[in-house]
């Protein structure tokens, strides 16, 4: 007579996954996208907060004598 099938093995249903398994991904993403912020948020060539002031135009203390002059004949 013929021997029936025989056990290799039990099948069961695996635990569910720990929480960290499970969001792990949601983790890295958020800590990398934070972390690039601080890296490479800043801009650098953005308009400062207080900008410099602009020095004013100052008119010469003497005239020269080569400066052209207004003529009234026109």
């Known amino acids: 007579m ?3 099938p025989a056990v290799i093995g039990v099948l069961t ?3 569910p996954p720990t929480w960290w398994k499970a969001n792990r991904h949601y983790v890295f993403l958020v800590l990398g996208l934070v972390l690039g912020y ?3 948020g800043q801009d650098s060539d953005a308009t400062p907060k207080h900008p410099a002031p602009v020095p004013a135009r100052t008119a010469p ?6 400066s052209p002059t207004p003529s009234a004949s026109h």
Do not use: H, M, Q, V
Request: charged content about 20%.
């Open 61 to 66: 203390a003497t005239s020269s004598d080569n």
């Open 38 to 40: 601080l890296l490479f």
């Open 2 to 4: 013929a021997k029936g």
């Open 13 to 15: 249903e695996p635990a």
